[in-house]
């Protein structure tokens, strides 16, 4: 078995490790260190929970601590949560040598930013789209001779999701070195493999957790099929259950979209659950403050949308409960990874309603594993199905009177305003496909009927007469 000594690491950083309480390297970290310190661009593809953040930490400290100068090292990573969680890894395992990071996201002053960026430090931890500005509107950002590049989730930093990076990262990979390492980690990088190879072209040390499932075996998945106006009520009776049954809790319970996860978050606490949210509608101070209440166990219950589905490291966290069954498989594996990490069992459930079972098909095919279903007594559900739906309602009508859409709609026009779009313009287009779709359906609808009436015409016509018959 491998020990951090047989991998090259030197004597003072494995005490380091002991004292976070990692004291013998998992399989990406076994495979993948060596391979950095011997200076090769790395590619580590293994499953949420299995210690990544190290895998990449660990070489690039033990290289800082052999020529220490700042910019070192820039990490790249989708969400904000993320890159505060990896710099906190940098601060501990590079205490002894007094490592300086910088935390460069959105959300918070650019100004004081700029500032620290200033000072050079050994490691610039980021989202893709505050660097790129920051790139774009100074020249105090030095990163030409950066010795890494990191890319944490890598595979969501290339794909065109919701938010997309792909403009962003070309501005930052034209401000870092040509020559230098290259490290992406993910939980599922293989679907951008090609597109990621083209980023790491230094002869890549490929490293990929070999296994059927893809999900850990520590973490039992189920489902519950419930019809749409039950699934809140099934929500509701489970984290009752979790109450009463265990002492030491603590669910993440993912939705769709950041008005549910707002009107989900009120309802529960209307029937006295210790819940807490997370969305990206959320003021960047409220989101870090959540997250920590969340942590430190004062909230027992966080309501979030998939900004937390990715890298989010809370070892308490024993169930993932999925309010809505995600879209794609990819997305499943992250939120359900967010519990059963580092060899701690955990449970997700899946909330699936007639309309979601093609997704279930998807994930187990993706997965390879066959979700069980959860055992649950419908009668205890119903008991409570008004007392929850009328709560619910309450709070949808207390959302309605506050500014919630307003706000959304202000965001989306900041977000349009950024990507370079002019939102009354867009607008106008929306209308204008909006008007034709309902001019399609106003006519799809006059042929049906009149192809209705037509058919009614001709049944009358063939009706033999009682003369006939
Ligand atoms: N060698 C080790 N031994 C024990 N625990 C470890 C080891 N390496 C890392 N850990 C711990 O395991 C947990 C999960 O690690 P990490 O967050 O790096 O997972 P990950 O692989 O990046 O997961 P994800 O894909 O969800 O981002 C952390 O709490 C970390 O401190």
Redesign the pocket.
Known sequence: MATFESLGLCEWLIQQ?KQ???????P??ENCIPAILEGRDCMGC??????????FVLPVVQKLSEDPYGVFCLVLTPTRELAY?IAE?FRALGKPLGLKDCIIVGGMDMVTQGLELSKKPHVVVATPGRLADHIRSSDTVNLNRIQFLIL??ADRLLEQGCTDFTKDLEVILSAVPAKRQTLL???TLTDTLQQLQSIAMNRPFFWEHKSDVRTVEELDQRFILTPEKVKDAYLVHLIQKFQDEHDDWSIIIFTNTCKNCQILTMMLRELNFPTISLHSMMKQRQRFANLAKFKSNVFKILIATDVAA????I?TVQVVINHNTPGLPKIYI?RV??TA???RNGVSITLVTQYDIHLISAIEEQTQVKLKEFPVEEKEVLKILTQVNVTRRQCEIRLESTDFDEKKKINKRKQMILEGKDPDLEEKRKNELDKISRNKKKLRGKNQESLQNKKEKNKTNAKPTEVDS
């Not at 499953?47 to 190290?54: E, N, V």
């Not at 990715?310 to 490291?313: A, F, T, V």
């Open positions: 490790c976070m309480g990692i004291s013998r390297p998992t990406v970290q293994a499953k949420t929970g299995s210690g990544k953040t190290a895998a969680q890894q944490d989730e980690f993910s939980a990715r890298g989010l490291d070892p992250h990874g967010r990490r580092a060899g």
